[in-house]
């Protein structure tokens, strides 16, 4: 299942990343979501600081078009659908071109398309359901489940067993297998169990390094048959496409409607050319699924509703914490000499969760995302944490991208200057804001007693500091006023102290504790 990634790095994308069990649960394999915890009733999410994001990506609708169908026509797409979720709503969305040339079906919002390694992400929701559940954990080896697997000789002697988890971040030691996984989509359940009895070429150990693997998300599938006692397909669609209200999403291609199936082409000798479709099999649970954007929309809608952390109902087919989980990268890499959406040196860290990989860069823009492509389709999704706002674009051409994802950014971030939310100041921040600034002024040793950790002058001492700080403030001036704290966490920030000759910067940082002390205090001197 090649994949077309949605990352940003050098050469602006980066090729090589997007793209029956039931033991007794234990303690330690109990996600955040499963478990009623005692939670604060002080705690303030992160939240937009003017909320216009809707209506600004309304405002740029013919923009957008106008650049899609560019894009089609160029890479000589022959019907393309997208669309522009803001958190749970499908706020602009269209499409262009043709789903079957020789009837001349337009494409539309509705129309099905193939989306590829798209998939994978209802995998890997499907395994921590199941996890969540009870019924497996991450760690436990992948052979438990799939007994064919027991025999597999591996490169080395000190190699892990593969675990689910490895199956699940594509660290299992699979080499990639592009584009041959692709032509396996239909292939029945046998196939894949004897593939694996009669043993398999690895090209690392496991929990080694990270290396895209369709096949490891097969055998996801085959886990998810086996542990939940029903085909993977059917067990997606009625934990996961079900309560989301997907009903316009399937496996099949037999199964969908005519008038709606976008079919497949390439490009070659200067025209179209059918490719042949697919039909489901055991390698689905890879790359198979066949969806419209409005259906697509409230997938993506569900993953932006796991943003901000916070108390509340839980709605979704897996909890909220579970959908972070989803989104975290595990092995990251660096690319130090990456460029951003404008051809600009930004440094890029990058890597893979669970069926989505995760990228942010140098300015501090996150995006979770993973393409996908047949013979015939080429897909894409991003969407951003921390803007809720996420993307997605379908086409019906083999292996190619179905859209100008560098002017989509520069519409986004450049254009709009789209903001992320803003972490409130806790309460105990606000309060120990005003007690640090008056210690800092003064050095009330009544205060001090108050507010200083056990630890704060063991490291330091009190007449060592307070010479420091004297030294600042003399030099500083008369100080003016003290501005609001810019919180990094409940617990951390940093603000400024106005005066006369310039600015006095402070960072503290709390401890732990139930009455949390001021443990770090940093104090500088920043002149006019």
């Known amino acids: 299942m090649k994949r077309i990634t949605a990352f940003l790095v050098p050469a602006f994308l980066l090729a090589s990343l997007l793209s029956c069990k039931t033991e007794p649960q234990t303690q330690a394999d109990t996600t955040p979501a499963q478990v009623q915890h005692p939670a604060s009733q002080n705690y303030r999410p992160a939240r937009f600081k003017t909320d216009d994001r809707a209506e600004k990506i309304r405002g740029i609708a013919d923009t957008l078009h106008q650049l899609m169908v560019q894009h089609m026509e160029e890479e000589h797409i022959p019907g393309i659908a997208y669309g522009v979720v803001v958190d749970g709503e499908l706020v602009l969305a269209s499409s262009a071109g043709v789903l079957d040339l020789e009837a001349e079906r337009p494409a539309t919002t509705e129309s099905a398309f193939r989306i590829a390694s798209m998939s994978k992400s209802f995998t890997a929701m499907a395994i921590v ?266 086409g019906n051409l083999t292996y190619t991208s179905p859209w100008p994802l560098r002017s989509l950014y520069q519409l986004l971030f450049d254009k709009l200057e789209l903001q992320p939310r803003e972490l409130p100041v806790s309460d105990i921040l606000e309060t120990r804001t005003r007690q640090v600034a008056e210690w800092v002024r003064t050095g009330d040793e009544t205060l001090e007693a108050e507010l200083m950790a056990e630890n704060f002058f063991m490291d330091h001492s009190r007449e060592i500091r307070r010479a420091e700080i004297q030294d600042i403030l003399e030099q500083a001036g008369e100080i003016a006023s003290v501005e609001p704290i810019d919180p990094q966490n409940q617990l951390r920030g940093r603000f400024e102290m106005v005066a006369a000759n310039g600015k006095i910067s402070v960072f503290y940082t709390l401890t732990p504790e139930k009455d949390p002390k001021v443990q770090q205090l940093d104090v500088r001197y920043e002149p006019n």
């Open 129 to 394: 359901k199941l996890r969540d559940e009870g019924k497996l954990r991450l760690s436990d080896p992948a052979e438990e489940y799939i007994p064919e697997m027991a025999g597999l000789e591996y490169l080395t002697s000190d190699a892990p067993p593969i675990t689910i988890e490895n199956l699940l971040t594509m660290t299992a030691g699979f080499p990639e297998d592009n584009p041959w996984g692709d032509r396996q989509l239909d292939e029945p359940e046998q196939m894949l169990t004897e593939f694996m009895s009669g043993g398999v070429s690895f090209s690392n150990t496991a929990s080694f390094e990270y290396e895209y693997s369709n096949t490891g998300y097969a055998l996801l599938g085959l886990i998810i048959s086996r542990v939940s006692g029903q085909p993977y397909q059917t067990y997606i669609r009625e934990q996961i496409f079900k309560p989301l209200g997907m009903e316009n999403t399937y496996w099949e291609y037999d199964n969908v409607p005519a008038e709606i199936l976008a079919h497949g082409y390439r490009w070659e000798e200067e025209q179209w050319k059918p490719e042949p479709m697919l039909h489901d099999g055991s390698y689905g649970a890879m790359g198979g699924l066949i969806t419209s954007i409005e259906d697509f929309s409230k997938y993506v809608s569900l993953h932006l509703s796991a943003w901000p952390p916070r108390s509340g109902e839980e709605t979704g087919p897996i909890g909220r914490s579970s959908l972070r989980e989803m989104h975290q990268p595990r092995y990251p890499r660096l690319y130090a000499e990456g460029r951003d959406w404008n051809s600009e040196p930004c440094a890029v860290l990058s890597g893979y969760g669970y069926g989505l990989g995760s990228t942010t860069f140098c300015n501090g823009v996150r995006q979770v995302s993973h393409g996908g492509a047949l013979p015939g389709f080429g897909s894409n999704y991003v969407f951003f944490p921390e803007y809720g706002v996420g993307l997605m674009a379908f």
